[in-house]
């Protein structure tokens, strides 16, 4: 239900990716994906090559397997994706964005070739670490060391948390202090001195895995580093995760909204369904508004990045504006299915809690809202 | 191995269809989506390829901007299609459009012919069997399951007592119908989305296909549509009160309905 139509504005290519995901997602996740948060698991292994084999993992780089896919399209395979759930889409954009972009943009041909077609395949799963347990917001300060021996190897010593595929990856991205500033390394997790032990209790983002990173004297070649310097590297990184993000979240939304509606149309109360109260109808109302505004502002930072023109802070306009109204979307859905709105058996607590995360990782609300603040004033407020 | 399928782009199921007002032919102008069963036959095409090699060619015939059912026939797989657009085929009913499809497959050439067996627009679910007639080829329809050897092709047609074995020998006309599970058509994946937009997709219109005017479009149809009306909205069907009869009362209304 798009009052808008604004699948109307894509192109036929981008309505096949849309449906591709949206099967995947009806064929592979939807049946099972409430008992895999409801036992916090996420089956990597077995997806892995199922999304591989269609093209959505690295889907917007080019080469090495990967699809080529452009801007939008990525945008609308996240869409489709979180629809079923953030935390799927999470696997995707860790891997395509994190995992994958730095290694395409900033790695050496062998790193490439070693890495990037086994990560497009699915058969290779990465993660990107760059927060640790005491700079999060902040990772300029990260105490995470490499430090290079007279071999040209370099040693890597520290930690870091909240590691979305830590304990089941192959390979991690990892930034890390060095004596010539922040420098991102490309680890094979079967290094000794490696570890990446589960976090649990976490009420959100359940079918997903998320880990701490344990760096004890791990060696890697002078060829593992990427080649760059600074924070910049890991930024543009999440500059690519955030804009799937931004549209990631408008599906979440939408599934919450269609549950609420559906649920609205035929839950009857007093006599009639409470679909035909005008609170409810209120509810309704705002969320499609919510809804359709969030997908404009999807849609034309897609236009500007597919037009190569897109700027960090217009990201950072629309993660910040999409994600909260997807959370206020999903809220107010909650309320809409009563009880069962607090059951597993609709999708709405479960997308609700996910997005409790997605407010928080790729830069909280308010970094972006300061990211934002300092674009129309000119003054930074982070310190 | 010369494959052609036959798809058709037909009005999103999921949105309102509607006749036109002006001719009562089907309003064309809403989304387009590949016939679903179009989608099997794609698959069934891609299957005989993997098998036994060739070449697959999707022919469909419709209005210029009917490219989303071609498009997607292409990411699935197929190699290049045949685009029969013309003004003058419009309204051309289930008769004029074997004509013309089964010219443009005499210029295309073939050994087997693979469509859906109807379409969720107009669902006359003649097709196959006018075009294997004006083709003068066997048909095979509403095919479960395809087998090729040689110059023989049979297929499964699913009956009440289990399947008949129907065999002919190639070319010939298969029509297909919807199957379970592991033989759900394919999503395209999104390295096929990309590669299929460097497929060829050739326009021909009726003079190209060597298509008679005199027998195409709305003056030439055999059958008319004379008066529509909607469907009248469904009824509140009948609430059986349980009390402690109920088992006997839902029967009862099954054999009054001739369901048991
Ligand atoms: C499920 C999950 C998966 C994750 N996956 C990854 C991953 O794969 N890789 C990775 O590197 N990280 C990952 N993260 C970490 C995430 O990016 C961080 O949690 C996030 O950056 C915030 O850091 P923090 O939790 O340390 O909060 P803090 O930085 O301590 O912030 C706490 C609060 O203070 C606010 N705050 C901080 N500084 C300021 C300021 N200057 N002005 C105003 N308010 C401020 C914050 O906005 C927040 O509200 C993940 C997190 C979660 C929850």
Not at chain 1, 235 to 256: D, H, K, P, Q, T
Not at chain 1, 273 to 285: H, N, W
Not at chain 2, 127 to 151: F, N, W
Not at chain 2, 156 to 175: F, I, M, N, W
């Amino acid at each position: 239900m798009d009052l808008l139509n604004l699948d109307d504005r894509l192109t036929e290519d981008q309505r096949l990716v849309r449906d591709t995901a949206q099967g995947f997602v009806r064929d592979h996740v939807l049946p099972d994906v409430a008992t895999w948060f409801e036992e916090g698991t996420f089956p990597a292994r077995e997806l892995g090559p199922v999304l591989g084999s269609l093209g959505m993992l690295g889907m917007h780089l080019s080469g090495y397997g990967c699809a080529g896919l452009d801007a939008t399209s990525y945008g609308v395979a996240c869409r489709e994706l979180e629809a079923g759930d953030s935390g799927l889409r999470s696997f995707v954009s860790v891997q395509g964005s994190l995992a994958m972009f730095p290694i395409w943009k900033y790695g050496s041909a062998e790193l490439k070739e070693e890495w990037l077609p086994a990560l497009a395949a699915g058969t290779a799963i990465g993660c990107f670490g760059l927060t640790e347990p005491d700079h999060g917001s902040d990772p300029a300060n990260m105490k995470t060391f490499a430090k290079q021996d007279p071999s040209g190897d370099w040693i890597l010593n520290g930690s870091k948390m909240w590691i979305t595929n830590g304990s089941v990856a192959d390979v991690a991205v990892v930034w890390a202090q060095t004596d010539g500033g922040i420098r991102g390394f490309v680890v094979p997790t079967s290094s000794p001195g490696f570890s990446a032990p589960l976090i649990h209790r976490k009420l959100s983002l359940r079918a997903s895995v998320t880990s701490s990173l344990y760096f004890d004297d791990v060696r890697v070649p002078a060829s593992s580093v990427l080649d760059v310097v600074g924070l910049k590297g890991p930024l543009s990184c999440l500059s690519e995760a955030r804009f799937g993000i931004l549209w990631g979240v408008v599906g979440a939304g939408r599934a919450c909204f269609e549950a609420a509606l559906e649920y609205a149309k035929t839950r009857v109360q007093f006599g009639k369904p409470i679909a035909g109260f005008q609170l409810t109808q209120e509810k309704l109302a705002w969320m499609a508004v919510a809804l359709g505004q969030a997908g404009l502002t999807a849609l034309h930072l897609g236009a500007l990045k597919d037009a190569g023109v897109l700027r960090p802070q217009q990201v950072s306009f629309g993660k910040l504006a999409n994600v909260r109204a997807a959370l206020d979307v999903a809220r107010e859905a909650r309320s809409v299915l009563g009880a069962n709105g607090v059951t597993l058996e609709y999708p709405v607590i479960r997308h609700m809690n996910n997005l409790e995360s997605v407010l928080t990782y790729e830069g909280t609300q308010e970094i972006h809202t300061l990211v934002l603040g300092e674009a129309l004033t000119g003054v930074a407020a982070y310190r | 191995m010369n494959i052609v399928v036959c798809v058709k782009q037909v009005p999103d199921t999921a949105t309102e269809r509607k006749l036109r007002s002006d001719d009562s032919t089907i309003d064309r102008s809403a989304n387009g989506v590949i016939n679903e069963l179009c989608e099997y036959a794609v698959e069934d095409a891609l299957k005989l390829k993997e098998a036994h090699g060739g070449e697959v060619t999707v022919l469909t015939m419709g209005p210029d901007q009917a490219t989303d059912a071609i498009r997607k026939a292409l990411a699935m797989g197929a190699d290049k299609a045949v685009h029969l657009s013309d003004e003058a085929l419009h309204g051309s009913d289930a008769l004029s459009t074997s004509y013309a499809l089964s010219q443009a497959l005499k210029k295309i050439g073939f050994d087997v012919v693979i469509l859906g067996s109807e379409s969720t627009d107009a669902r006359t679910g003649m097709l196959a069997a006018m075009l294997a007639e004006r083709l003068g080829v066997p048909q095979l329809t509403l095919a479960s399951k395809i087998e090729v050897d040689g110059s023989a092709i049979s297929i499964h047609r699913q009956t009440d007592y289990g399947y008949d074995k129907v065999e002919a020998t190639l070319p010939a006309v298969v029509s297909v119908v919807e199957k379970p599970d592991p033989f759900k058509p394919r999503y395209p994946s999104f390295k096929g989305i990309m590669a299929a937009k460097k497929k060829p997709i050739e326009k021909i219109g009726v003079a190209d296909a060597e298509i008679d005017p005199a027998q195409i479009g709305l003056a030439a149809a055999w059958s008319v549509v004379s008066d529509f009306t909607a469907a009248p909205p469904r009824g509140k069907g009948v609430v059986v009160n349980d009390e402690g009869d109920g088992g006997t009362k839902a029967a009862e209304f099954l054999v009054s309905k001739k369901f048991i």
